[in-house]
């Protein structure tokens, strides 16, 4: 079912030192900051060979990585997100599995339809399908 890793998302409360790391300790491409209103972050994106690290920071008052960081003040990884050649499918056949799907199919950041899976089905990891 799923296929690529398409991002691994951090949650962190200072976007600037956290893009900072990635660009000038480790070396990596990293984007100048999107702000995301739709979606309650702003996203520096961090560029990689296979994959890309998204850096994410609250964004007003109904962040959903909010009550993460509240919990992880230094920050962390927030989830990871699979590519799947059908979304709709894929959240089919998981919840006819039995596993908890978090809300309904919508547009993610990167304008392609997104759906949450609960952390408690998957190893403590909170996992977003997206439809490549
Ligand atoms: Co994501």
Redesign the pocket.
């Known amino acids: 079912m799923i296929g690529r890793l ?2 691994v ?1 951090i949650a962190t409360a200072d976007l600037e030192k956290s893009a900072a790391v990635y660009r000038d300790l480790l070396g990596a491409k990293v984007s100048e900051p999107q702000a995301l209103p739709d979606h309650g972050v702003t996203v520096v994106f961090v560029e990689l060979s296979n994959t890309k690290i ?1 850096l ?1 920071q609250p964004l007003g008052d109904q962040s959903p990585i909010a009550a993460y960081l509240a919990k992880n003040p230094s920050g962390g990884v927030h ?1 990871i ?1 699979y590519e799947v050649e059908d979304i709709t499918a894929a959240r089919d056949t998981l919840e006819a599995a039995g596993a908890r799907v978090l809300g309904d199919i919508k547009l ?2 990167h304008g392609k339809p ?1 759906v949450f899976l609960h952390p408690k089905d998957f190893i403590g990891t909170l996992v ?1 399908l ?1 439809q490549a």
């Open positions: 398409n991002h998302a998204e994410l989830h997100c993610g950041a997104v977003e997206e």
